[in-house]
């Protein structure tokens, strides 16, 4: 029998819709001015399209503006450069989002790179990942899946200082930040990896579980001890003749077991997912408060 209390993602991402949709009223009220969005997609991928076009419409339902540019999947570097650039110049910009990934003729981190960084809400510029690592040093922008798995924690009021954390995956996007994430907040992290032995005994020493190595139901009971918090970022997609589409969606967690277990626990779907865009409309907010302040001040 289930144990676990849910940490219900989509209900924390619609408060934090709420909470931004009235920041966003009082920028506009206070400057005349509200944030804006650029969001810069190359080629055609089905996938890409999706969350671009659900990035929009989150955007526009909070009232930040939203700017697109689509770009053919031959279109050159020089030009995607260009088209970053004067987003870059572009006042009525605060937020600059290339979809990732890029076709391969173009160097992601070329592209990243010429991102401004006071406009980077991705939080992927090196120089923003390079002052999370730091201590003493503040990023503009922290990368979203990593910070909603945060916000959710935060949020289920669990403690993080002092406390043991084990992260499963060390991608640039998901792992890696959430590790440095966990230890700005004084947790002990250890981040497991392909190459990491006893991966499942690290674990059950851990107090509170950040699981993204996109394997489908890795994290199994016996990984999780009594009474940790799990977050589970996966999103994989398994065969299941019995669903409608012929699959269904799994975390990289096995909930039905896990959730006997630990205290707290993110369900997939519903759980990371929504909060990764609930982040990105808080960075895009963040940005354009402090670019509106800094105007004001001049
Ligand atoms: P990557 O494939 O980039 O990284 C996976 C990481 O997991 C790597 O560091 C890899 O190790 C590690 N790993 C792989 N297999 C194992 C294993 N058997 N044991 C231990 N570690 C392993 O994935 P992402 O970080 O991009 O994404 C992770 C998951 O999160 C995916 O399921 C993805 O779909 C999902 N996701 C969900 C988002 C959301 O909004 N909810 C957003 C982004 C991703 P190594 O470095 O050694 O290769």
Redesign the pocket.
């Known amino acids: 029998a289930m144990s676990a209390k849910l940490i219900d993602g989509k209900a924390i991402a619609e408060e934090i819709r709420r909470e931004l949709k009235a920041e966003v009223a009082e920028l506009q009220q206070k400057y005349g001015k509200a944030p804006g969005l650029a969001v810069v997609l190359v080629g055609e991928r089905k996938d890409s399209q999706t969350y671009v076009r659900n990035k929009k419409k989150a955007c526009e339902e909070v009232g930040i503006v939203s700017f697109g540019t689509d770009l053919p999947e031959d279109v050159s570097e020089e030009e995607l450069l260009k088209v970053v650039a004067d987003y870059n110049a572009d006042p009525a910009v605060h937020g600059i989002l290339v979809q990732l990934p890029l076709p391969k003729h173009i160097d992601e981190q070329r592209v990243l790179d010429a991102i401004s960084i006071e406009k980077d809400v991705d939080g992927f510029h090196p120089l923003n990942i390079g002052a999370l690592a730091m201590r003493g040093r503040d990023p503009l922008f922290v990368p979203c899946?990593p910070k909603?798995c945060l916000e959710l924690l935060k949020r289920s009021g669990v403690v993080m200082a002092g406390k043991r954390a084990a992260v499963?995956?060390?991608?640039n996007?998901?792992?890696m930040p959430a590790a440095l994430l966990l230890q700005r907040e004084d947790a002990t992290v250890t981040v497991?990896?392909?190459?990491?032995p006893d991966?499942q005994k690290i674990c059950a020493e851990a107090d509170i579980i950040i699981a993204?190595?996109?394997?489908a139901e890795?994290v199994a009971g016996d990984w999780v001890k009594e009474g940790a918090a799990v977050i589970d970022?996966?999103?994989?997609a398994v065969d299941d003749p019995s669903a409608k589409r012929g699959y269904r969606l799994v975390g990289?967690v096995n909930f039905a077991e896990a959730s006997e277990k630990a205290s707290q626990i993110t369900p997939v779907p519903g759980g990371?997912?929504p909060?990764?865009i609930a982040m990105l409309l808080r960075n895009c907010v963040d940005g354009a408060t402090r670019t509106f302040a800094a105007e004001a001040a001049q």
């Open positions: 899946t909603g499963v995956g060390r991608s996007i998901v792992g497991i990896h392909s190459r990491t991966a993204a190595c996109g394997r890795m970022v996966g999103i994989n990289d990371v997912g909060m990764t």
